[in-house]
């Protein structure tokens, strides 16, 4: 796996990123940097903040949604552009796979007409040159049959498939970042192997910088660079992908990787890490994560920890081992 070298000028910057509906604040806080060809795994159980982020970073949170902070593109302030110019980036520059292809792809258009309003929007291309390259994406996408599948609909295709018209939709402007929300959350084993190879050797072959958004952590050990692992709207480790597996610093991560099936080992039960993610309106107060951790002291529940250094490359937010 290629490594990102350090010190790459990010394409994507998120600073102090705060989302909130009425008195509930789903994400607190969060800052992350994106570097150029980088896939980096954002990981956590629902409700921890996973998708809100890539919404707020294409400012889709629906209403009444407050999204507050710096998102910075480039040297474009995302967060200041008028609409008709943030509609420019959306799925130009910046691109996004969601999460359920059936609800997410319109059941009254076929597949080619879909990615083919891409096309015609962001490249100016007439109706039958956006054919052509829509077809290009299909096979792009490994689609068998790819010309008929250009007109079939949504329902008459598999849940594999779908995904893949839905990647293709997301690859037609050739975007710089993709946004990857939990693609292969529905599909078998073997599906899910092959979108992830898909997904590899995609962003080799374009350069795109990739957050790909999952609650697998061996996803993420097939695919990322780097992880930041999210848990109740926060981050709580950021870490190189390698690493966080070898040495775990959060007791939620340790709890996530200890979930885990091991097949190098003999058969045992698996760890479950006790309880639930808090609500976003009854939220505890010092560390979220007290109330499940197996360490947690009287100090945990009085401060939230500041997501701080654990080496050169990694950041934890615990006071367990804390220089």
Do not use: W
Not at 47 to 57: D, N, P, R
Not at 116 to 125: I, S
Not at 164 to 189: K, S
Not at 316 to 321: D, F, L, M, P, V
């Amino acid at each position: 796996m290629s490594v990102v070298p350090a010190g790459a000028r990010p394409l994507l910057s998120v600073r102090n990123l705060t989302v909130a509906f009425g008195r509930s604040t789903v994400v607190e806080d969060l800052s992350f940097d994106l570097a150029p060809g980088e896939i980096l795994g954002v990981v956590g159980e629902s409700g921890s903040g996973k998708s809100i982020t890539a919404l707020s970073v294409l400012r889709l949170v629906p209403a009444p949604g407050r999204v507050t902070g710096a998102i910075t593109f480039g040297d474009v302030d995302l967060m200041a552009l008028p609409e008709p110019e943030m509609r420019e980036i959306r799925g130009r520059d910046i691109a996004m796979i969601f999460q359920e292809p059936m609800t997410s792809l319109n059941p009254v258009f076929t597949c080619g007409d879909q990615v083919m309003e891409a096309l015609v929007y962001h490249r100016g291309l007439d109706r039958a040159g956006a054919r052509a390259e829509a077809l290009k994406l299909l096979k792009l996408v490994e689609i068998p049959s790819a010309e008929r599948r250009l007109d079939d609909y949504p329902h008459q295709l598999s849940g594999g498939m779908r995904q893949r018209v839905m990647i293709a939709m997301a690859l037609a402007c050739r975007p710089r970042v993709l946004l990857a929300d939990e693609p292969t959350t529905a599909l078998d084993a073997t599906i899910q192997a092959q979108i992830l190879d898909l997904l590899r050797g995609l962003q080799r072959e374009l350069g795109m910088a990739v957050i790909l958004i999952t609650h697998d952590l061996g996803v993420v050990a097939e695919v990322a660079h780097r992880v930041m692992v999210m848990y109740a709207g926060r981050a709580v480790e950021t870490s190189p992908a390698a690493e966080i597996f070898a040495r775990p610093f959060h007791p939620y991560t340790e709890g996530l990787l200890a979930s885990i099936p091991r097949l190098d080992g003999p058969i045992e039960r698996l760890d479950a890490i006790p309880g639930q993610v808090p609500p976003p309106e009854a939220m505890p107060q010092g560390c979220r994560f007290a109330p499940r951790c197996r360490y947690a002291e009287d100090a945990c529940r009085i401060a939230v920890p500041p997501l701080a250094p654990r080496g050169p490359s990694r950041t934890a937010a615990c006071i367990r081992g804390a220089a």
